[in-house]
């Protein structure tokens, strides 16, 4: 308590004394040394008693030497704080230091005095009292407006120690419901953050990466924040995190991804960004490294180094698998792109689309914007709130399985084939296995592609179809049949490659005890193949 009692009294001075003056080390008197401790501290001059010799004459304190002492009285102080907090946030109390501080924040022009203040601000934060003070006293926006100040890029040490505490004091500000509601609303707050957060590391301080990837993780359970993502153009700074080397840093960043993805708009952001690509990435290279290797003679240190190492890389691989299924969950068309498989659970959304296995998930708003030319992928798109053919052809669906239901007294099998066998009439009719190859729907799509003038091609908006076709509305047809009580089993869509390496797409129904079945929509419309027997070997073209 007495240190930092002390520490906070010469902090205090320090922020109240930019130009101080000290005694001459030279003088031929001095006074005792408690007057010259506090002399020292509260930079003034000492006067003597009544008939006591004159003291030594001040010397002014140059402004490098102030800005080295007050810079070492902030840090001692931090110091204080992080052994005895309570005795620290007293002395505080006691000095007024917090409202100096904030104001020392805002109007130091001296590096490693800001440096210092943003280190004790971050220590401050940490206690409850205090953070509420600062918040009250506007520390938030200083530290905001002191992030704007620093370059993007790797710069000198002291603003790279000082951006790095900064972000780090908002992320503990940031545990306050009040401010976070507060924060995250600020377009210019959460600006700054993913600028930091989207640095490159600079050599000689290391990871700049972690401190702004907490503050972001700690705000982004708000859906305000999510939202305020979407808007910002440095989204992509985001996702650049989650590759970050530091594994603190990008587990980080990773939870910040999965608790923005709850917002649907800001998933398909997140998305766009390159989301999916980067975090499976990540969690195949953190399976790897964590996986069991040859066991070889080592040292206690380095087997205990190693452990732990496995360890991080099996938390960052679970946040990893956390963050892709919250991105998943969020954006059907996501899923399926990643995976080539929508299970019998997962119902299409009111606007879904599929463009193929494409080397990186696109937006739907890009694909429309691309230009209409030969060879350019076809997108299907579902969108039954806008698409009336595709209204018309779920009512027409209907009536022909509740036919099925009637005439079969709900037999599943029945409504199945009612289905598959409307969805093969919809889409050009069965064809026979040999003149399969020859049955194609280019012509047609192209037709649409070109009235549209765009790549993006309405599914109700065809007359004819092949695999790919089919599979996507029956799938649509069956989610949306059951959910208005329709006696179908649920049906699942898959996307893959023949033996040939072409693509190819089917459906799967899920008949209680003979398990998933292969549904035919080309050739025997409504026949059912166990998986893994020779019928459903030859559908799915996997021999030649």
């Known amino acids: 308590a007495a240190a930092a009692a002390a520490a906070a009294a010469a902090a205090a001075a320090a922020l109240s004394t930019p130009s101080s003056v000290l005694l001459s080390p030279s003088a031929p008197q001095e006074p005792a040394p408690a007057e010259v401790s506090t002399a020292a501290c509260l930079g003034r001059a000492v006067v003597p008693a009544a008939g ?182 440095r989204a992509s700074a985001l996702v650049d995190a989650i590759a970050a080397p530091c594994p603190e840093a990008a587990r980080a960043a990773l939870w910040a991804v999965c608790c923005c993805a709850r917002v649907p708009e800001c998933a398909s952001r997140l998305c766009e960004c390159g989301a999916l690509e980067r975090i499976a990435d990540i969690g195949a290279a953190a399976a790897a490294a964590a996986a069991p290797r040859v066991p070889s003679a080592k040292t206690p240190a380095a087997s205990a180094a190693g452990a732990a190492t496995v360890a991080a890389k099996n938390s960052l691989q679970m946040t990893a698998e956390r963050a892709l299924e919250a991105l998943e969950a969020s954006n059907a068309s996501a899923r399926y792109w990643l995976r080539g498989r929508l299970a019998g659970m997962d119902h299409l959304p009111a606007v879904f689309y599929e463009f193929g296995a494409g080397p990186h998930f696109t937006s739907l708003a890009a694909l429309k914007a691309a230009p209409v030319r030969p060879g350019a992928p076809t997108v299907l798109l579902v969108d039954d709130t806008a698409d009336t053919s595709l209204t018309a052809h779920l009512a027409r669906a209907r009536d022909a399985v509740a036919a099925a239901a009637v005439e079969h007294s709900g037999d599943a099998d029945a409504a199945v084939a009612a289905l598959a066998q409307y969805v093969s009439a919809a889409m050009g009719g069965a064809q026979e296995w040999r003149t399969y190859t020859n049955f194609g729907c280019e012509c047609e799509v192209n037709a649409v592609k070109r009235e549209l003038g765009s790549n993006v091609v309405p599914l109700g908006a065809l007359g004819k179809g092949t695999c790919r076709h089919r599979a996507l509305l029956c ?43 292969v549904v035919d929509l080309m050739h025997m419309p409504g026949a059912l193949y166990p998986q893994g027997s020779d019928e459903a070997t030859a559908y799915l073209h996997t021999k030649e």
């Open 52 to 233: 006591a010799p004159p003291a030594c004459a001040p010397l002014p304190e140059s402004p490098a030497d102030a800005a080295a002492r007050k810079a070492a009285a902030l840090e001692a102080l931090a110091c204080c704080i992080h052994d005895d907090e309570r005795g620290a946030m007293a002395a505080c109390d006691r000095e007024g230091l917090i409202e100096r501080l904030v104001l020392d924040m805002l109007y130091s022009n001296e590096p490693h005095v800001i440096a210092a203040s943003v280190r004790l601000a971050e220590a401050l934060a940490g206690a409850q009292r205090a953070r509420r003070l600062l918040l009250q006293l506007g520390a938030a926006d200083a530290l905001v407006q002191l992030l704007q100040r620093f370059p993007t890029s790797p710069g000198r040490q002291e603003d790279e120690n000082a951006a790095w505490h900064a972000a780090a004091a908002l992320a503990r500000l940031a545990q306050d419901p009040s401010a976070r509601a507060r924060l995250v609303v600020e377009p210019a707050f959460v600006d700054v953050l993913l600028a930091q957060v989207g640095k490159q590391p600079c050599a000689r301080s290391g990871c700049c990466w972690c401190a702004p990837a907490l503050a972001l993780a700690t705000l982004a359970a708000d859906a305000d924040f999510a939202r305020a993502v979407v808007r910002s153009a």
């Open 475 to 517: 799938k649509f047809l069956a989610d949306r049949l059951a959910s208005a009580g329709a006696p179908l089993p649920p049906v699942s869509l898959h996307a893959g490659t023949d033996f040939a390496g072409a693509p190819h797409a089917w459906c799967c129904a899920a008949m209680g005890a003979r398990g998933d079945c």
